[in-house]
């Protein structure tokens, strides 16, 4: 199918430059402009946090062959706003379609010293450098704000490299915002194992020159501070656009905005899941990778919906951590195996039915997980409990 029309995709992370490939592979011929923030090509950002800094041929670009793919690639140059055109930091472009895709950013503490953060190619490049051996004589002491899956896998490499590492985290435990408290707390003897100094339940004041100052007067002396506290979607050049806002841009089931022939994806929007009965935003690489496919049918003609299981995996301390689903309005939390062992899952029922499962090396419990998820099929608790038992034959009859 192919439609005529000037397509212009703001953003170029791999959410708009997975628009681009998509809507080219389905047979649009008509003119594509992607518009991209950062000075550099589209990359993935999972291995940022993950083997890149441990690797230093790793490559994380997406080999973009703009030529082939006939795209007007602009490179650092920043939507600033949106009316009848796109609005840039360089000048304007009308559009037929227009596919919002600027992703997010990270939120900073107040304080006047120096903060990093792990969310650019560059960052990474800049904190791979400062963990390099041999660069200082004595261990690096890293400081890292929060002990999400980012804090998490920085501080997984900063003491495979042999820095000094303290995570300080507010909350009760790591991980707590994103799995709940009583889950997170199980991967904590994790840093202890690594030597990270954790400390949770502990509130930053400001970072400062040397280091943080903690709520009620205590420090955290740091050659570096790393904040990895979260991100918001990166939408404040859309106000005045009369787009509806809902934690990010608020989409419909075919990642429709309010606004006709508008389209959103990745990290800055927000998406009504069918499955779930509720609106998401979901920060994960499988979001990006997948809606695209949905708005270029969309942008064709169609009218096809996203409704997926979200997915999501992480690499820390030596564990290989994978969630599926979407655990929000769950009524129980069940463990298969012994979360002090190796191995283990935790999966969470509502209704009967499996809609979320964490697994810690135990990538047959999470591809068995997201298909059960999908099928909605009521479960029998007492055997999913039972890590002997296949989670595919837990179903009730």
């Not at 502990?202 to 990895?228: I, S, W």
């Not at 951590?321 to 509502?350: F, I, K, N």
């Not at 099929?377 to 009859?397: G, M």
Request: glycine fraction near 12%; proline fraction near 7%.
């Amino acid at each position: 199918m192919t439609e005529s029309g000037r397509v212009v995709v703001a953003g170029a992370g791999l959410a708009g430059f997975r628009t681009v490939e998509e809507l080219r592979e389905r047979g649009f011929a008509g003119p594509i402009t992607l518009v991209g923030a950062e000075p550099r090509p589209p990359y993935d950002r999972p291995p940022l946090s993950k083997k890149f800094l441990a690797e230093p041929g790793l490559d994380p670009s997406l080999k973009a062959d703009f030529a082939a793919l006939e795209v007007d690639f602009r490179p650092d140059e920043a939507a600033t706003g949106l009316g009848d055109e796109l609005i840039t930091s360089r000048g304007a472009y009308p559009f037929d379609h227009l596919v919002l895709a600027t992703g997010a950013v990270p939120v900073a503490l107040p304080g006047d010293g120096r903060q990093r953060f792990l969310r650019t190619y560059d960052d990474a490049l800049a904190l791979r450098d400062l963990l390099r051996p041999g660069q200082r004589r004595k261990p690096l002491r890293l400081a890292i704000v929060g002990a999400g899956w980012i804090g998490a896998e920085l501080a997984t490499a900063a003491a495979a490299h042999g820095s000094e590492v303290t995570v300080v985290e507010a909350g009760p435990a790591p991980l707590a915002a994103a799995i709940g408290a009583q889950l997170g707390a199980q991967t904590a003897r994790w840093y202890a194992a690594a030597g990270v100094d954790l400390r949770v339940a502990t509130a930053v004041e400001a970072v400062r020159p040397g280091g943080l100052d903690l709520a009620g007067g205590a420090r955290v002396e740091a050659d570096e501070v790393v904040t990895a506290v979260g991100v918001r979607p990166a939408i404040g050049w859309l106000e005045g656009s009369g787009l509806r806002i809902e934690n990010g841009v608020a989409v419909d089931a075919g990642l429709r905005t309010s606004r006709p022939r508008v389209f959103a994806a990745g990290d800055c929007a927000s998406f009504e899941s069918r499955r779930f009965g509720r609106r998401l935003r979901v920060e994960h690489w499988d979001v990006a990778l997948h809606q695209p496919e949905v708005i270029a049918a969309n942008v064709l003609g169609g009218d096809e919906v996203y409704d997926p299981v979200p997915y999501f995996w992480s690499e820390q301390f030596g564990r290989m951590v994978q969630y599926v689903g979407h655990h929000g309005g769950a009524e129980s939390l069940l463990w298969r195996g012994d979360p002090a062992g190796p191995t283990w899952s935790a999966c969470w029922l509502a209704a009967g039915r499996l809609v979320a499962i964490l697994t810690v090396d135990r990538p047959r419990d999470m591809l068995q997980g997201r298909r059960l998820i999908a099928s909605a099929a009521p479960v029998d608790a007492s055997r999913l409990t039972d890590p002997a038992i296949p989670v595919k034959e837990t179903v009730l009859a």
